[in-house]
């Protein structure tokens, strides 16, 4: 392995070191003050969140005790190329699992929510439409949970990077001159477009009951409640959030697509330029682990299915959310596989002919 591969993806240990540590020290701060604390009982948006099942006082104890920990744990990486066994099964046990507890616990549906309406609170902010309160909506609860869910990313690759290096892989591609299997490029065309369909479909079918209740189809709840929609103007914001499924949808299917590969000619300015990989891959990550993390929270929640009315055409369409989320994951792993080239770092070149469409 060169040096160069070494330098590049050790960036992010530093970066991910601070950042843990930062919001660590913030969590020792209200330890310390009793204050600031805003997740779990202290969230007024919590009855979905995982995190209402701990208690506040034990909040940012355990909280300054995950992150700290975290912040050593990655420095104790660097520079570390060859651990002991029971040392690198240490680091590594407990960096992902604070990575999966950071970017998935933390988070929870409102996240997934907010980028659902992003769009629309952005677009529709110069016309007073929808009508909220934007200090309400982006607050100090939500920057923590976004904070969470960077810090999950931000320690999950810099695991990732000390694991590769720790057998002997680069640390930015994970290559190591011997690929073949499921991580050759005809390999993941093969099981990520099965991926690809099945995350596409999943937000679909909850898209189509919310279009349904727009158009003043009561599928699955009643039509006192649908009525009572309309006049708050709810059902609106419901074929928002379908409207942005459905976008999401055709936009996963880019990834097995060849204008996913290629702008198409529609496009001004773009038209058969090659789409750089990271455009698809980053926003599909972060879409997969926030539906992952609303998931778990929302089908946990005892009140989600009293508001619904238990079992139903209205909620049947949730039960097929714990497939998105790792299916989307799939989906963009397969993309970001084939579409991979030469590394930058250890300049080991492509594993295989590139599959066409």
């Known amino acids: 392995m060169t040096t160069t591969s070494i330098r590049g993806p050790g960036r992010v240990a530093p970066?991910?070191?601070?950042?843990?540590?930062?919001?660590?020290?913030?969590?020792?701060?209200?330890?310390?003050?009793?204050?600031?604390?805003?997740?779990?009982?202290?969230?007024?948006?919590g009855e979905a969140s995982l995190l209402r099942l701990l208690p506040v006082r034990y909040g940012p104890p355990v909280f300054a005790a995950v992150l700290l920990g975290a912040a050593v744990a990655v420095l104790a990486m660097v520079g570390n190329a060859h651990p002991s066994r029971p040392q690198?099964?240490?680091?590594?046990?407990?960096?992902?699992?604070?990575?999966?507890?950071?970017?998935?616990?933390?988070?929870?549906?409102?996240?997934?929510?907010?980028?659902?309406?992003?769009?629309?609170?952005?677009?529709?902010?110069?016309?007073?439409?929808?009508?909220?309160?934007?200090?309400?909506i982006f607050d100090w609860t939500l920057a923590a949970k976004f904070a969470g869910l960077a810090?999950?990313?931000?320690?999950?690759?810099?695991?990732?990077?000390?694991?590769?290096?720790?057998?002997?892989?680069?640390?930015?591609?994970?290559?190591?001159?011997?690929?073949?299997?499921?991580?050759?490029?005809?390999?993941?065309?093969?099981?990520?477009?099965?991926?690809?369909?099945?995350?596409?479909?999943v937000p679909l079918v909850y898209a189509t009951t919310r279009f349904a209740w727009a158009v003043g189809v009561p599928l699955g709840i009643s039509r006192e409640f649908l009525a009572e929609m309309h006049e708050t103007g709810l059902v609106w914001a419901g074929a928002g959030l379908g409207a942005f499924a459905t976008v999401g949808a055709v936009l996963t299917l880019g990834l097995v697509q060849r204008w996913g590969e290629v702008f198409p000619r529609?496009?001004?300015?773009?038209?058969?330029?090659?789409?750089?990989?990271?455009?698809?891959?980053?926003?599909?990550?972060?879409?997969?682990?926030?539906?992952?993390?609303?998931t778990l929270g929302e089908?946990?929640?005892?009140?989600?299915?009293?508001?619904?009315?238990?079992?139903?055409?209205?909620?049947?369409?949730?039960?097929?959310?714990?497939?998105?989320?790792?299916?989307?994951?799939?989906?963009?792993?397969?993309?970001?596989l084939r579409r991979r080239g030469t590394c930058a770092h250890c300049r080991r070149p492509w594993p295989g002919p590139m599959p066409r469409w």
């Open 299 to 336: 089908l946990a929640n005892p009140e989600f299915w009293h508001a619904m009315g238990g079992f139903s055409s209205a909620t049947a369409p949730m039960l097929l959310w714990p497939l998105w989320g790792p299916a989307l994951g799939a989906a963009t792993l397969a993309y970001h």
């Open 151 to 201: 810090a999950g990313v931000l320690l999950a690759a810099a695991v990732l990077a000390w694991q590769r290096r720790t057998v002997g892989a680069c640390a930015a591609c994970g290559r190591d001159g011997d690929e073949a299997g499921w991580t050759t490029p005809a390999a993941a065309a093969r099981w990520g477009r099965w991926a690809a369909w099945t995350a596409a479909g």
């Open 15 to 45: 970066l991910a070191a601070g950042w843990l540590g930062l919001w660590g020290v913030v969590a020792l701060v209200g330890t310390l003050t009793g204050r600031g604390y805003p997740l779990g009982a202290n969230d007024a948006h």
């Open 88 to 136: 690198r099964t240490l680091l590594l046990g407990y960096g992902w699992t604070a990575a999966v507890a950071l970017a998935v616990v933390v988070p929870d549906v409102r996240v997934l929510a907010i980028l659902g309406y992003l769009p629309m609170l952005i677009g529709g902010a110069p016309f007073g439409w929808p009508p909220v309160d934007y200090a309400e």
């Open 266 to 294: 529609w496009l001004p300015g773009l038209a058969g330029r090659r789409v750089p990989p990271l455009l698809a891959v980053v926003p599909a990550s972060l879409v997969a682990i926030a539906v992952t993390a609303g």
